[in-house]
């Protein structure tokens, strides 16, 4: 499809971008900042007719805490995650991990909705959120709003549970303690602007532990295992780290790609945890 062909509405409001794609299920498809997808409409993977342009919508705009929960806006860019101050102090995880996104300009342009949408197992706002155990919320014209957990919104690469009358609106978690330990590493090809070979989220704390790697299978996994161990464990030494971190090589399931190998990824699943622990641990 030429981009020529594509045709783009601009609706000022979520009631009327959700009028659009209850009325065009088959044809329509949410545009955001549009930095993956133009990509895709290129490479002739993604052929819808109609795009509903959702990025300014004022309902898709918000960062709040209420009510236990810190809620983001699906329009919501990762320049904003990574300057603001509410998520400095209620989810650095995720703030960090929207730093490693792209360049400059990706930063400026793509949204935290885009990530979920495309849902590439590669993602990096991913892990934090499986992390931090969010929601996604879903808004239908005809159904309301419902929450599901981003464990279950994930179907498989390029695959959720959105229905094509549906608009990815919000995530929602609750905030990281204070004091709670944390780490978001990347590895890529490059030090900056590269796809995730392996991306690992962390979170600890005495008794609790969360452990999301990225790039490791058809989803975003938890290694469970290792969560157990961890919040379990009594005392931590380099011994202790070094055999929970090698638990991650059974917890993942990665392919080989043009970035890695499976071997490889397993391998470097390890090391991520291995380091992160150390170092949150000062091990």
């Known amino acids: 499809m030429l981009l020529s062909e594509m045709k783009v509405v601009a609706p000022g409001s979520l009631t009327e971008a959700l009028r659009w794609l209850e009325e065009h299920q088959d044809r329509a498809r949410p545009l955001a900042g549009a930095t993956d997808a133009m990509v895709r409409v290129k490479e002739g993977q993604w052929r819808s007719p109609i795009w509903v342009e959702i990025r300014r919508l004022p309902e898709l705009q918000r960062m709040d805490q209420a009510d236990g929960w810190v809620t983001v806006g699906a329009a919501v860019t990762y320049g904003r995650l990574l300057r603001s101050e509410l998520m400095a102090q209620t989810a650095p995880l995720l703030a960090a991990a929207a730093r490693d996104v792209g360049s400059v300009q990706i930063q400026a342009m793509g ?71 944390w780490k978001w590493q990347k590895l890529g090809l490059r030090g900056a602007q590269a796809i995730s070979m392996v991306s690992l989220a962390l979170r600890l704390q005495p008794g609790f532990a969360r452990v999301a790697f990225g790039a490791v299978g058809p989803t975003v996994l938890r290694a469970r295992k290792c969560e157990a161990w961890l919040s379990q464990a009594e005392a931590f030494d380099l011994a202790t780290v070094r055999s929970i971190a090698q638990m991650a090589w059974k917890e993942v399931a990665p392919i080989s790609d043009v970035r890695a190998s499976a071997a490889y990824r397993q391998q470097m699943a390890c090391a991520l945890l291995e380091r992160g622990l150390r170092e949150v641990l000062a091990v």
């Open 111 to 181: 949204t935290l909705g885009g990530n979920l949408g495309t849902a590439s197992p590669a993602g990096d706002t991913i892990p934090p959120l499986f992390a931090l155990e969010a929601e996604v919320g879903l808004c239908s014209r005809g159904g309301g709003e419902r929450w599901v957990p981003v464990e279950s919104f994930f179907l498989g690469p390029g695959r959720t549970v959105r229905r094509p009358d549906e608009l990815i609106t919000a995530v929602r978690f609750a905030p990281q303690a204070p004091g709670e330990r």
